[in-house]
């Protein structure tokens, strides 16, 4: 049997697995999410059906972790013509310079820079996204404790741990991701720190990779959601080849037991 072929199984059986689970969710923004444009899953169609909710169509985004540029959750705002800025800690795959729409710093972004990172635009985003793969619930708090609060805040979290367990990493500025499941925090511990800053948990996406936080002031636009974290949590499902989810650390287990 070709490669090809091989691949081409595996496609299916993610597009099934992917179409099962949009059938089964409880919550109807999963119901309209596909798997195209330039997110990693189906952030793309996620992030517009929310926008549209709140009447917000056009404004500026901020994304930390941009990976090379090429596949992020704010490309597709950048094609509806938004404005924003971007940061990350490599080289992206394109020259920004010049551009009118689209700011980019490489850099290390830490809980001690990234209140000066964000206040160097001198703007107020209408979307922060983060994903970080460590360190990001610190980063958040450290965004919302200093009145950074866009009207949408889209977050990976550990879909590893489910919903009614409290997890996070311990903080480390040099932190890196080692492809295991040593990273970030539970959808838990994100709601709890965004309920605390005004916001609610309206959608995540079904891979179980990002959470997507709006302001409570916008609540009735989303009625229809589910209220109860289980009902909108997604469990992991990364279309990773040999396993659905990361592997276990050593790291994770010692942070469980201390």
């Not at 200093?146 to 040099?174: C, G, H, M, T």
Request: with cysteine; aromatic share 14%; proline share 4%.
């Amino acid at each position: 049997m070709g490669t090809n072929t091989l691949s081409d199984i595996y496609d299916l059986l993610v597009h099934k697995e992917f179409t099962e689970r949009k059938i089964r969710h409880p919550n109807p923004i999963n119901k309209k999410s596909v798997l195209n444009g330039f997110s990693q899953f189906d952030e793309d169609s996620i992030t517009p059906e929310i926008l549209n909710r709140i009447g917000l169509h056009k404004g500026f985004f901020v994304e930390f972790g941009v990976g090379n540029g090429l596949e992020n959750n704010s490309i597709v705002l950048l094609a509806s013509d938004w404005e924003g800025a971007w940061f990350g800690g490599q080289e992206i795959s394109f020259e920004t310079f010049g551009s009118t729409k689209l700011k980019f710093e490489r850099v290390w972004i830490t809980k001690d820079n990234i209140l000066d990172l964000y206040s160097s635009l001198n703007k107020n985003a209408d979307v922060v996204s983060l994903d970080l793969d460590g360190n990001d619930i610190y980063l958040v708090e450290e965004l919302l404790s200093n009145n950074v609060n866009p009207e949408l805040f889209i977050v990976e979290y550990n879909a590893k741990f489910p919903p009614q367990i409290d997890f996070k990493i311990d903080y480390n500025a040099l932190h890196t991701w080692s492809n295991d499941d040593y990273f970030g925090a539970s959808l838990k511990s994100f709601n709890s720190l965004f309920s605390a800053y005004g916001y609610r948990l309206v959608c995540c996406n079904l891979s179980g990779a990002n959470a997507f936080f709006v302001k409570t002031k916008y609540s009735d636009y989303f009625s229809d959601v589910p209220s109860d974290l289980n009902e909108i949590y997604c469990e992991p499902f990364y279309f990773l080849k040999i396993k659905k989810m990361h592997p276990p650390s050593a790291k994770t287990l010692t942070q469980i037991i201390s």
